[in-house]
């Protein structure tokens, strides 16, 4: 049975691109639909929860029937009841228009017998009275005849002019019927996509699935996630990408995932995955509140630049960005670039700084020229526009005795943008392996959500 076709939904979320090196969150399935085995406990999880998640689609399926069907004859005899009526109405209607000239004239016709009638009997009593009475008797029944037309009728109807309604009912229309409720509704015991992996983010869980009927060519991927404590799944993502980064979800909860797809040039929506359940133990990036500023979201993941004078640096809460995560930006709304303007990581939280284009700190500019221990690189990416995401990946890759360059600490820093990267090594004096985020605009306007 296909499921429920569903609007655009309220998405909550950004999509991001795939983490290097990341590994599932817990919970996650780490199967992947190419002959490659599971893990025995994992195996032994997916066997265990074969039969409960067959008996519950049943009984979904089944409800999911009985309502579809239920509510197509409700409907069904709706629209039959009001073309009864319409038809009724237009007989109705017929019929009123049809009889008014022939009530006209059989009025007309009741009239001149009437009043011929009436002359009759003036003229049988003129005869039979005295002289005096007949002479003005007949006087007066010679003029009434000669101002009355005895001879003339009003024009009657001809009768092939006259309606003779009948109904016309094509028997056929049961027959098509018949065989379109026939061919309604399918019952699918496999569906075509299936969730592949979950990776943990702060504050949130990217989710990836794959097709797995080769035959079904999608159109659209629709995704659902619920609390596992909770009783109905809720949209998260409809659309063409086969990955989605949830946001706003809380550490160390079971959450449940499931995605359906849409075939190329359908309307319905296939089955729905095996629900799976993913979690992450990451907590939340949250910027520092209280900066005059910066005003920012409930959850404090989005921070927009408003129109206060006052200039500095927005960090993160606290030091949670680690080495071999993802730490993402996304500009949700711009303003007046400012070659000042930063995006980026640093070691420590440094006051009385109106940038990020200083010691001990990595960033890049609206403009897209990078900084490092604020010195510019040559390299240079893409100008920072609306909807623009920029990434920063880090790992280790020296930890021990100090280089040639100063320092005993190296980590090697990817940051891309609009799809073009720049990878360099970052020199420290100190071992740093979680960083603060931070970021400041020199205008207001500008609006920037962090995960």
């Not at 017929?94 to 008014?100: G, R």
């Not at 299936?194 to 702060?202: A, G, M, R, S």
């Not at 100090?402 to 100190?430: A, C, H, M, Y």
């Amino acid at each position: 049975m296909w499921g429920p076709s569903g609007g655009p939904p309220a998405a909550a979320a950004a999509h991001g691109g795939r983490d290097r090196g990341a590994a599932p969150a817990a919970g996650g399935s780490g199967e992947h639909r190419g002959g490659a085995e599971l893990p025995a406990g994992a195996a032994a999880a997916v066997a265990g929860a074969a039969p409960g998640a067959a008996t519950e689609s049943a009984t979904l399926t089944r409800d999911v029937l009985e309502q579809h069907f239920n509510d197509l004859k409700g409907t069904l005899k709706k629209l039959l009841d009001e073309r009864l009526m319409s038809l009724l109405q237009e007989v109705d209607t017929i019929e009123q228009e049809s009889i008014k000239p022939l009530d006209e004239c059989q009025k007309l016709i009741e009239h001149g017998v009437s009043t011929a009638d009436d002359l009759l009997r003036e003229g049988e009593s003129a005869i039979c009275g005295d002289v005096e009475q007949h002479n003005e008797k007949l006087c007066s029944f010679t003029k009434k005849a000669l101002h009355i037309q005895l001879d003339s009728l009003p024009e009657v109807p001809s009768l092939v002019d006259v309606p003779c309604l009948s109904a016309q009912l094509d028997d056929c229309l049961l027959t098509i019927l018949r065989n379109e409720i026939f061919r309604h509704g399918t019952v699918a015991s496999h569906p075509p996509v299936q969730l592949e992996e979950f990776v943990e983010k702060p504050g949130g869980i990217l989710v990836r699935w794959c097709k797995v009927d080769d035959d079904f060519v999608p159109q659209d991927y629709r995704l659902q996630y619920r609390k596992s404590t909770a009783n109905h799944f809720e949209d998260v993502y409809v659309g063409s990408e086969t990955e989605f980064m949830v946001l706003h979800i809380d550490p160390n909860v079971d959450y449940q995932f499931r995605v359906c797809a849409r075939g190329d040039g359908r309307q319905e929506w296939s089955p729905w995955s095996v629900p799976q359940i993913g979690r992450t133990t990451l907590v939340p990036h949250e910027w520092t509140a209280g900066l005059e500023g910066y005003s920012l979201s409930s959850r404090r993941n989005i921070a927009l630049r408003n129109d206060s004078q006052s200039c500095g640096v927005l960090y993160s809460k606290a030091p949670t960005y680690f080495c071999g995560q993802t730490l993402t930006f996304r500009i949700e709304t711009v303003g007046q670039p400012d070659r000042r303007d930063s995006l980026g990581v640093c070691v420590e939280q440094q006051n009385g700084y109106d940038s990020l284009q200083r010691d001990k700190a990595v960033c890049i500019s609206t403009n897209g020229a990078v900084f490092v221990n604020g010195k510019e690189m040559t390299n240079q990416l893409p100008a920072v526009t609306s909807g623009s995401t920029v990434t920063f990946d880090m790992e280790v890759v020296q930890l021990g005795p100090p280089s040639t360059e100063g320092g005993n600490f190296k980590l090697r820093v990817t940051i891309s943008s609009n799809n073009r990267e720049v990878v360099f090594d970052w020199v420290l004096d100190q071992c740093c392996v979680s960083l603060y985020f931070g970021c400041s605009f020199s205008y207001p306007g500008w609006k920037v959500l962090v995960f």
